[in-house]
């Protein structure tokens, strides 16, 4: 038997984007409406490279104003890259080079002038595995406004800590253990801490790498639950490998492949109705 | 045949044992396919290897340790008169040996000496020959026991990987056992000295001047035995050792881990790693000859009074010496914390040195401290440098300019040149040696109860 048959990705038929047909490799120019009315942050022709090897490729989008865009596409597909893009955390990354412009108020981010410190305070990020520091709950939620200066005393701080402890749905079950080290509670409450240090220092976007893969499905329900309120006042990128919570938490979803963001659009459509064959084949797990 | 010759043969022997039991085994199954064998035929060759030569390896090697002994009990045996001789046995062993050994010597023995010296070597050769007999039978009939016994159904790589854990087992414990074997030579000859010196005296006098009277007229030798000046003096240029140490090994070890590019930390730390390697003479000699007469001009410029063999210059270079220990843990630690927190830091619009400071370094602690501590034990163990650079005299002093002098230094001295093994002068020695020990002991213990606590933080 000829194995290539057998693993060969099907060309995908042209739909309606104006491809150069008898194209024998994927199109994957991007497929749908990448822009929204009133963005938070605008992506514009952005290339990542790690080193010789590219890892992103002109991608385009819009994060919305009080949405939540979801990230989807198999592994290796850039979704965590580009979402690091969007506050500079690549620059931590030995060999790691931006081009294009990533867009807030008009201003690029990866412009000289921009203070990637000033920068992640407006755009904060959840990580994949809950990262609480070895420190008391208290102190988790008091290191961002501590950091920035942006308490004046003790009530103050205490006032932002219990805010945001509240808002991450989090004060109830530790308000008695403020001073107990943070790594000492379960993993879906150390999340939560971890969200509840993201919004301490009022962030206008919150990005979230897979926040719930580590995660039960109990705390992850509580996460999602979680993510619906918090987009009444910021604005949620959200990287997921679960289609289904990709459906359940966001209004927009953005398919990735292989560097190429190859489909994006409003979730009910994209689930529904997926115009790409490679989203379709994605999203009904046919590969991925 | 000598000796050295024998355990060539038998190592030799062994691994003809090694091939043989391999095809053996083989031969003895069907098609000679491995399959059918319980372990791989290199177990069986090793087991058969071991089981053939090791006893005869064992005879060979514990008739070498008591040859010696036995050899000479007969010599003396046969010598007139051994009564007489009690006392002056070991000198008389001392004469026989060097007659042996030293054509010289045989020379100029006395004829009684030479007698002996004779004797054993007929003996000796006698000896090798039974020796050579002895073994090659041990291996013949060990041989022939593998033959009977090792069969295809022998599980033979359990056997052999126990045999392994075994030796590895002893390996261990041998080092054990000259730890233990050193804290009780010390142990024994300190206690004979605290029979003179009451311990008390020792721990807590504050005059160290081991000067014993030989006659009894003898002036200003009375003999103190307080070794406060000395531990005092340990603890002054440990203390400037890590007041130089702990910052900038510590600072490189930030820059290394966090800051440098992967070109800048493969360059530098190898380069820093240098200096451990450094034979502490060298740095003896750099603190005597350099640092401390331009910590002296320094001192005069200014108009202090800096001793040319001062605490300061012996404790800043050892503190040089020490900074590849604190940086190199350090490193090791500060890497050790997980990249998760530094995102986590980063994430918040925390710059580096704010990262650093209060989310890497609280965490690192705990083993950034026990480095410290392991280093502060190599500070006070370290004795070439204040030989050569802080002098000899026992001031009891916190001024770093002056000369001051550790317990190692003095450990030394007491033991360099002509000793008498039954004045407290010597005996003191043993006895600094023993608290010395006792000191790195209880800084190690607290060092490795730090460390381990660290580890469970992350786990």
Redesign the interface.
Known sequence: MDITETLAIPIPEQLDSPAVPDQADLDLTTVGDFTVPDPRMKIRDVNVFYGQKQAIFDVNLDIGSNSVVAMIGPSGCGKTTLLRCL?R?ND?I?GCRVEGRVEMDDKNVYDRKMDP?????RV??V?Q?P?????SIFDNVA??PR??GLVRDRTDLEEIVHTSLERAGLLDEVKDRMDQPG?GLSGGQQQRL?IA??IA?SPEVILMDEPCSALDPIATARIEELIGELRKNFSIVIVTHSMQQAARVSQRTAYFHLGYLVEVGSTKDIFTTPKHQLTEEYITGRFG | MSPLFLIFLLLALSSAAYFFSQRRMLRQVRNANVARLSSLPEHFGMLGAIWAGAPALLVYFVWLIFEGDILMAQVLAILPDPESMAATRELLIGDIRNAINNPMSYQMANEEVRMAADRYQELSQTATLALTATCLSVFAICSALVLKFLTPQVRARVRVEKIIRGFLLLCSTLAIFTTVGIVLSVLFEASRFFQTVSVIEFLFGLEWSPQMAIREDQVGSSGAFGAVPLFAGTLLISFIAMLVAAPIGLMSAIYLSEYA??KIRAAVKPMLEILAGVPTVVYGFFAAITVGPALRGFGQSIGLDVASESALAAGFVMGVMIIPFVSSISDDVITAV?Q????????????NS?TMR??IL??ALPGIIGGLLLAISRAIGETMIVVMAAGLSANLTANPLEAVTTVTVQIVTLLVGDQEFDSPKTLAAFALGLTLFFVTLVLNFIALYVVRKYRE?YE
């Open positions: 506050n955390m931590t030995d410190v000033l920068l992640r305070a904060g990020m990580f595995k990262n609480p520091f070895p420190k290191y961002g950091i920035h790594t971890c240090r993201a220092v | 590019p992967a997980p998760a927190m530094r995102d986590g830091s980063l994430g918040m619009g925390a710059t704010e209060r989310v609280p965490a933080q």
